[in-house]
């Protein structure tokens, strides 16, 4: 008799394709080869977790055929199965997986359209978050302007791509023009994907507004992110991007480097500081 | 211990319908005549349209929150993460029932999306006890569990599943969420008397039933029976859920379909149908209140 843990190892191993025989031991065969009663349940275990993958990848399924998804998606899950029990969080390596899998070589755009099926599940479940109030924006002092860091609202991501993925998306979608082609010499794209009161939408961006708000992801504060804007589009207009992002109510905190005047945790509403 | 006032949720009992996600549309549209949904816990753990839509539907049904992943069965500790999610969820939608599952899904970082069978013995009873006694004083709430579908048995596993339940609930407080469906495929798949397994629940424990439909599979030329969620539910699970209302008395029903996902009104008529089969319950149990 194995302890607990070692049994639920022997199955685990058996599930994902591993050898059998330490589970099939502990088995009562009931009329059955244990590796018999073992295979109804990883039958399920696959069938839904490449439901799963297939409910998050759509475009992919369609690209690549539902029978050579589910082949690739079953080398997946043996590799990588889900880290906790949300499947709408399962999948995120899935791009990187087909990126190098060996199959899939030619279709070099493949792993990043996988990425931008996989930003648009995660903005679609990100989290909620209270939107900042413009007010407060006006109500800091200009010299302090420069040093704030905008918190950006948890469903936005930004993609960037040699290839013209969301053309590609779009000629994939239920009740499109199945003459359309894309040309896969129309170049790259910058995209921002994000959650907006209708539901996921994603637009492409110009080389500054990408810069822009890339900075913000990465910590920068208002001033360092206008540089970057700027460094990548001279013509970058501050004041129109900032706009942009306080009307489609994507800016969720705000603080300034210097701590004194940090507004507080990232759920936390801000609130205007006293003049 | 935890009083487990929650058994009582819906006086009188009635029955509640699987809520998947291909149905949210019509039900928020048409809100059709039905006690209770009962939804996936996991699928409304992420923030957005999910779990906004739940929270409007709630203003109009009672809402059954039915998880899948706390492995109250399984041999690592609680994954306090997904433990303080579902907590956030429940202090949201404010559910009449929780419930969870007999069973493991994972372990050592691998989470398989199954309820995985344990062996039944005296440290597992021990152990599970004490994970289900940590969630409910986390959720401050009793919770239910469901008996899983079976498709093995360990050679070592002295306990049967009624006792194992039986004790849960005594040590607990848990109630029991009794899926007769589950019953009949197990029993099936074992060769086992699924009556015996009614006999041998405790009548005060059960706070739900779920009716399911199952498949017909054929492993190796022996017939096994398996808990697809996928058709109407079987006349053998009706008639037990008939004989399983005489025992236990009128209890909430939830009738769940979740593959080959019918339109909204077959899983409707199948509501329908157990409700009249709980009318007919209350109605002995009047007549033996009134004797």
Known sequence: MSSPRELERDFATAILGGPDEAIAGQIQGDGLEPAARIAVYRHHVFVTLTEALEATYPVIVRLVDRRFFAYAADGYIRRNPPVGPCLFEYGESFADFLAAFPPCRDLAYLADVARLEWAMNRALHAEDAVTLDPRWLSAVPPDELARLKLRLHPSLSLLESPWPIDQIWRANQPGADLEATVSLDAGGVRLEICRLEDGVVFRPMTPGTYAFERAFATGLDLQRAMEAARSADPSFDLTHALRELLDRELIVGASASAPSIDNGGPRCKPTPRPC | ?291
Not at chain 2, 72 to 90: C, I, Q, S
Not at chain 2, 100 to 112: C, F, I, N, V
Not at chain 2, 215 to 235: K, S
């Open chain 2, 1 to 291: 211990m935890i009083a487990c006032d929650e058994r009582s949720a819906f006086t009188p009992a009635h029955v509640g319908v699987g809520l998947r996600a291909p149905h949210i549309a019509e039900v928020m549209a048409t809100r059709p005549a039905i006690a209770f949904l009962e939804v996936h816990t996991e699928n409304y753990l992420g923030g957005g349209p999910a779990v906004a839509g739940l929270e409007r539907l709630r203003h109009d049904y009672a809402v059954s929150l039915h998880g899948v992943g706390l492995s109250l069965g399984g041999a690592d500790p609680l994954d306090r993460r997904h433990l303080m999610r579902v907590k956030g969820l429940v202090e949201r939608i404010q559910p009449a029932l929780v419930s969870e599952h007999l069973a493991w899904s994972g372990g050592g970082g691998a989470y398989l999306n199954h309820l995985l069978p344990l062996p039944y013995d005296e440290s597992r009873l021990e152990a599970t006890s004490r994970r289900i006694e940590q969630v409910q004083e986390t959720l401050g709430r009793a919770i239910l569990v469901e008996n899983p579908a079976r498709y093995l048995r360990f050679r070592h596993s002295p306990i049967s599943e009624p006792e194992f339940l039986s004790a849960l609930a005594r040590r607990t407080g848990c109630g029991i969420l009794l899926d007769v469906n589950n019953v009949y495929v197990s029993s099936y798949n074992f060769d086992e008397d699924p009556h015996a397994y009614l006999d041998a629940m405790p009548t005060g424990a059960i706070g739900e039933i779920h009716v399911a439909g199952h498949a017909t599979n054929d492993a190796d030329g022996r017939t096994i029976l398996i808990d697809d969620h996928g058709a109407c539910v079987a006349e053998p699970v009706w008639d037990l859920y008939g004989r399983a209302l005489a025992r236990f008395g009128p209890v909430p029903t939830l009738v769940e379909w979740d593959t080959n996902l019918p339109e909204l009104t077959v899983l409707l008529d199948e509501a329908a149908r157990a409700e009249r089969f709980l009318r007919g319950a209350q109605g002995r149990e009047r007549r033996v209140v009134a004797a």
